[in-house]
């Protein structure tokens, strides 16, 4: 059974920190790609942040320069560190993680809420 758990939101004022992380179990962690969305209640799911299995990444232009995914493939988590937050990063966020033959898996999501 693959299960990914989000963890490490909460409630931040803006101008703070936050790391969220995501363990993966069941897959073979380290062969996904692995994927941060967030969602705003009645937008659509935004993606953020992409991690490669060889390590490269990719960021949207909303958080890219703040936030920093990294993974621990000894470990079967990818993190996401979010700096310099602001009101308008509060959101779900949500962990996916894609097999190169594009078969996806989804966390349940955490809640991140940035206080102005």
């Known amino acids: 059974q693959v299960q990914l758990v989000e963890s490490g939101g909460g409630l931040v004022q803006a101008g703070g920190s936050l790391r969220l992380s995501c363990a993966g179990s069941g897959i073979v962690f380290n062969l996904y790609t692995m994927r941060w969305h967030r969602q705003v209640p009645g937008k659509q799911r935004e993606l953020i942040a992409t991690?490669?299995?060889?390590?490269?990444?990719n960021y949207g232009d909303s958080v890219k320069g703040r936030f920093t995914i990294s993974r621990d493939n000894a470990k079967n988590t990818v993190s996401l560190q979010m700096n310099s937050l602001k009101p308008e990063d509060t959101a779900v966020y949500y962990c996916?993680?894609?097999?190169?033959?594009?078969?996806?898996?989804w966390g349940k999501g955490t809640l991140v809420t940035v206080s102005s």
């Open positions: 996916e993680a894609v097999s190169v033959y594009g078969v996806n898996y």
């Open positions: 991690i490669t299995p060889g390590g490269n990444t």
